[in-house]
């Protein structure tokens, strides 16, 4: 894993407060998943309760590709469910960009169906892993701080997906 060389980018224009906070142990498995399905882009959800990233949920890419990704529709659905079982729900989504830096894509603008829940993408571009995170609008994104919490919680954990990832 490259855990060691992560660049998480703040820039002045953060304002307004905005931020997520993901516990060490959560913020690796998101990246080791990224690392994983390269070249292909990764995807899978955050769950949270009371606020708080607690579980990750790595799904598989339907579509296999280096430039797009659709959450397996059994995955999505088995996530969900555990995520509402934890009496929880979808803290952010999560995806990489293998080639490309982790801005918004008027894709992900585009099919954008879960508002303004925050969107994590992790680039595996340069020698580096560079972590961001937005909220999405229709034709916008506003960048939100990134914040790496001390370890795993003792409610934190990680989840695979039924495909065994």
């Known amino acids: 894993m ?8 703040r820039e002045s224009r953060l304002g307004f407060g905005l ?8 913020f690796e498995s998101m990246i ?6 390269f070249p292909l882009e990764c995807c899978g959800l955050l769950g949270s309760r009371c606020d708080a990233i607690d579980s990750i949920y790595p799904l598989r890419n339907e579509d296999r590709s280096r430039v797009r990704y659709t959450a397996d529709r059994r995955d999505l659905i088995v996530a969900v469910r555990a995520i509402r079982e934890r009496r929880g729900e979808i803290g952010a989504i999560y995806h990489s960009h293998p080639s490309t830096p982790p801005i918004p894509s008027r894709v992900d603008l585009a099919e ?4 303004d829940t925050p969107r994590i993408i992790v680039s595996l571009a340069e020698r580096r892993v560079e972590v961001r995170a937005w909220r999405l609008g229709l034709d916008r994104f ?19 997906s039924s495909s065994g990832m």
């Open 142 to 160: 506003d960048e939100i701080e990134v914040i790496i919490g001390q370890g795993l919680s003792s409610s934190g954990s990680v989840v695979e």
């Open 19 to 26: 931020m997520i906070e993901i516990p060490r142990g959560i």
């Open 2 to 9: 490259r855990a060691d060389s992560i660049e998480i980018k």
């Open 32 to 37: 080791a998943h990224a690392e994983r399905e």
């Open 112 to 115: 954008n169906y879960y508002g």
